[in-house]
């Protein structure tokens, strides 16, 4: 059932640099690609501080850590908080 939700969404990263305001800078992955079922959550999550503001949450067997953002769409999803427990990890996102 989650194999059928699964896309291919592209990816940036934070830099690990700072632009001249202080703030770290998005960089584009270029020829890569994310494969991650995500869904909304329409319940608040407020008892871990965490991950609290997170409004979708995704299923992937990649790589990914608190440094991505995610193209969702017209959408910027950062990734907030990664469980690596199970199978498949959860990706909790919020909208940027």
Do not use: C, W
């Amino acid at each position: 059932m989650i194999n059928r939700q699964m896309k291919h969404y592209s990816y940036s990263t934070f830099n690990t640099t700072k632009d001249s305001y202080g703030q770290h800078t998005l960089v584009p992955v270029v020829h890569n690609d994310i494969l991650m079922a995500i869904n909304f959550i329409n319940e608040t999550i407020d008892d871990k501080s965490l991950y609290s503001g997170a409004q979708y949450l995704g299923l992937t067997s990649a790589p990914v850590n608190d440094s991505y953002v995610i193209n969702f769409g017209d959408e910027k999803l950062k990734v907030l908080y990664v469980n690596p427990n199970g199978r498949l990890k959860q990706v909790f996102m919020a909208r940027m």
